[in-house]
């Protein structure tokens, strides 16, 4: 199952469906984009610069979420040229009727590279974008 990083933060930040998430993941092999390493510190770093989480809370989640990457319980595909190029036509595939983000059109790009199980996101443009390109997602 491929997870971006709206369902990735809920593994290891307590949000409010963060319980629904860890049901839906059982029993499949999680895989992101390298891209989730950026983004998930960034996340982070956010809910702390908001107060949502505390310092150590936000230093024992990234702890977990780099163990589960070096414990291969998250496998995070590499980033290159070719997912650049494909990540820009799913952007015209989509085009006009979502705006999709460049970072979400990575996501997708990387998703369509590996097709492991469905795409699971929170992103309502992310999802329209998939679900336009045929993908199979999580509801």
Same mark, same amino acid.
């Given at each position: &199952? /491929? =997870?971006?990083t #709206?369902?990735?933060v %809920?593994? /290891?930040?307590a949000?409010?469906? #963060?319980? +629904?998430?860890?049901?839906?993941? *059982?029993g499949?092999?999680?895989?992101? #984009?390298?891209?989730?390493?950026?983004?998930?510190? #960034?996340?982070? $770093?956010? %809910?702390e610069?908001? %107060?949502?989480?505390?310092?150590?809370?936000?230093?024992?989640?990234?702890?977990?979420?780099?163990?589960d990457?070096?414990? @291969?319980?998250l496998?995070?595909?590499? $980033?290159? !040229?070719? &997912?650049i190029r494909?990540?820009?036509?799913m &952007?015209l595939?989509?085009?006009? +009727? *979502?705006?999709?983000?460049?970072?979400d059109a990575?996501h =997708?790009?990387t /998703? !369509?590279?590996v097709i492991? @199980?469905?795409?699971?996101? %929170?992103?309502?443009r992310?999802?329209?974008?998939?679900?336009?390109? @045929?993908f199979?997602t999580?509801?």
């Amino acid at each position: &199952m /491929y =997870l971006d990083t #709206s369902v990735l933060v %809920k593994r /290891y930040v307590a949000e409010p469906d #963060s319980d +629904q998430v860890d049901d839906v993941v *059982v029993g499949f092999t999680l895989v992101s #984009s390298d891209l989730a390493m950026a983004e998930v510190w #960034s996340a982070l $770093l956010a %809910k702390e610069r908001n %107060k949502t989480l505390a310092p150590t809370a936000r230093a024992a989640a990234w702890t977990a979420f780099l163990a589960d990457v070096d414990e @291969g319980v998250l496998r995070l595909i590499p $980033l290159d !040229g070719v &997912m650049i190029r494909e990540a820009n036509e799913m &952007m015209l595939r989509v085009h006009p +009727q *979502v705006p999709l983000r460049t970072l979400d059109a990575i996501h =997708l790009a990387t /998703y !369509g590279s590996v097709i492991t @199980g469905p795409i699971f996101t %929170k992103d309502r443009r992310m999802l329209a974008a998939a679900k336009l390109l @045929g993908f199979a997602t999580v509801e």
